[in-house]
């Protein structure tokens, strides 16, 4: 169901792009690679998690994530270890992983206590087993356009944007947000299927003017209700990749994203929150993983 992008679609359908239904379908198919490189190789991938400390949310976020390898047939091995790691056990730790020809993958859940230097951290694991992306290498290997694993979000918006736009050359993008792990990824991504990327900041002038021109925006920022409807062109889609929690006034709290969903019933077609980007991301981690044992094994 994929269409070129034009301006003269009917007007007034904004289509809802369905993240779960898309991350299901794509966590099935990853579930089907498992099975048969189990079944060529009598190798199983395997995903290491390494988790420190006891931040609530990165609980939750490895919690999702073991069971979601769970279910793809993945096996993870999660490495809990406490607030108060020394960045050398954590580096040792990784150096053992990166060895271990058991293991196909090395998740590390940020954040890390401030007494570990992340960035260093992230560059001790192997490129190969990097399923972030996040490894120098990989972010080289992606702005060269020449392989490597690509960061799970990006990678997760590029398929829900391909299940809409069947050919992006020539279209203007804009990408609100410039971090290493969604904004310029997302543009790389982009640029190497030949659209016109405009990447923006908290410091870009004129955002509005600049969203308005846009054929798809990909909004990265956390700002809730950033993009409002009148930054959005007719038949624009957009791609909301914020999640910010938000109290509601009888104390409960919801997730929320970058735009203002209510106001873009011109759009062409938007990704909700939650339900859109979010789930993507760990299907894509998913997909990663078996990628990574495929190309260990040569596939
Ligand atoms: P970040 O804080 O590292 O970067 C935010 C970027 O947005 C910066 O480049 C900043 O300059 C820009 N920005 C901030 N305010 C802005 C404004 N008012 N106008 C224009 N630009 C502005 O954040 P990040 O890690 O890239 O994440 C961005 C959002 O995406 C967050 O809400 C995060 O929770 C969400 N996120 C979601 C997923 C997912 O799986 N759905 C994954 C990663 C991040």
């Not at 398929?159 to 050359?169: C, E, I, M, P």
């Not at 290493?180 to 190497?192: Q, S």
């Not at 016109?196 to 002038?205: D, L």
């Amino acid at each position: 169901m994929a269409h070129a992008l034009s301006s003269s679609r009917p007007e007034a359908v904004v289509e809802r792009i369905d993240g779960r239904a898309m991350a299901r379908a794509l966590s099935t198919e990853t579930a089907a690679r498992v099975e048969a490189l189990c079944a060529r190789t009598g190798h199983c991938p395997a995903l290491a998690v390494i988790l420190v400390g006891d931040d609530p949310a990165s609980q939750v976020y490895v919690g999702r994530k073991v069971a979601e390898c769970r279910k793809a047939g993945i096996r993870s091995v999660e490495h809990r270890l406490p607030a108060d790691t020394g960045q050398d056990v954590l580096l040792d730790l990784i150096d053992r992983l990166n060895l271990d020809g058991a293991v196909d993958g090395i998740l590390i859940q940020l954040p890390l206590p401030p007494q570990i230097d992340a960035g260093l951290v992230l560059d001790r694991i192997d490129p190969t087993k990097d399923v972030d992306g996040f490894h120098p290498v990989n972010v080289g290997r992606l702005s060269t356009g020449t392989g490597g694993l690509v960061p799970c979000t990006p990678l997760g918006v590029m398929k829900l944007l391909d299940s809409v736009v069947a050919d992006y050359r020539g279209l203007d993008v804009v990408v609100i947000g410039k971090s290493n792990i969604v904004g310029k990824p997302v543009a790389m991504l982009l640029l190497e299927r030949e659209a016109t990327v405009t990447v923006t900041h908290i410091e870009t002038r004129g955002l509005s003017d600049i969203a308005r021109k846009a054929d798809i925006i990909v909004a990265a920022a956390g700002v809730p209700h950033l993009v409002r409807g009148y930054w959005v062109k007719p038949g624009a889609i957009v791609v909301d990749v914020g999640i910010t929690r938000v109290a509601e006034p009888d104390g409960s709290t919801r997730l929320v994203g970058d735009c203002a969903t209510e106001e873009l019933g011109h759009a062409g077609a938007v990704t909700p929150v939650p339900g859109g980007v979010g789930p993507m991301t760990i299907a894509c981690l998913l997909s990663n993983t078996v990628t990574a044992a495929e190309r260990a094994r040569h596939e």
